[in-house]
């Protein structure tokens, strides 16, 4: 079954600063990758997914994410973190339309 | 992208009631639904996935009875929990797929559940 783990459940950075949030996921076929955001009380935004064509995705809010099949690893990157950044971050899997999996989720920190 | 609305957004009822939460995509046809839990400061865990016109699958350890869901349009789902209890208080989340092989899931805006 298809899983993906979050590495650190909080990131602090400055405004300003790389934001880097880590997601590894572990599949037995290729899979389809997601980052989401949740902001307090609110859903789901999708910020970007990979979906089989090109490695590095850009999305949204200036985020982008690089699918490294030898390291399983789809780790979320934004060059310059903006206090409207800090919330909730989700990396999650899923495969052949079945349900879709969720990391435990990192709270990005944002000081000014 | 896509539009999924949920109602209502916050509720409170009292013990022993029962509560419906309403899942609807609103321009486009959601042949799969999934409804999902989220506790404070935690992840979404999935409680099941809804095929429209048919039952729903629950995952392991979530109680069908009390868990009610109903898929029975291709824009609608609903989610009936049952005899409420504090302990069911929590947020839930739905998201709708298309049936176009999309892989895409879209998500509602989720429901505050208090059960006092």
């Known amino acids: 079954a298809q899983s993906v783990t979050q590495l650190g459940s909080h990131v602090s950075v400055s405004e300003g600063a790389l934001v880097l949030l880590r997601c590894n996921y572990s599949s037995s076929v290729p899979p389809y990758l997601f980052w989401y955001v949740q902001y307090p009380n609110q859903g789901l935004q999708l910020l970007l997914k990979?979906?089989?064509?090109?490695?590095l995705v850009k999305g949204i809010n200036g985020f982008e994410a690089e699918f490294k099949k030898s390291e399983t690893s789809f780790h979320l990157t934004k060059p310059s973190a903006h206090m409207s950044d800090a919330a909730e971050y989700f990396c999650a899997v899923t495969k052949n339309n079945n349900d879709m999996r969720f990391g435990a989720g990192t709270r990005l920190t944002v000081k000014p | 992208g896509a539009v999924v609305s949920q109602h209502p957004s916050r509720v409170i009822c009292k013990s022993g009631t029962s509560v419906k939460i309403e899942c609807r995509s609103l321009?486009?046809?959601?042949?799969?639904m999934f409804w999902y839990r989220q506790f404070p400061k935690q992840s979404l865990m999935l409680m099941a996935t809804?095929?429209?016109?048919?039952?729903?699958?629950?995952e392991q350890g979530v109680e069908k009875d009390k868990f009610l869901i109903n898929h029975a349009s291709l824009t609608l789902s609903t989610l009936t929990v049952t005899s409420a209890h504090p302990e069911d208080s929590s947020f839930y989340i739905c998201s709708a797929r298309g049936g176009q092989g999309g892989t895409e899931a879209f998500f509602g805006q989720g429901t505050r559940l208090t059960v006092v």
């Open positions: 990979y979906t089989s064509a090109a490695t």
């Open positions: 321009d486009f046809q959601a042949t799969t």
């Open positions: 809804s095929n429209e016109g048919s039952k729903a699958t629950y």
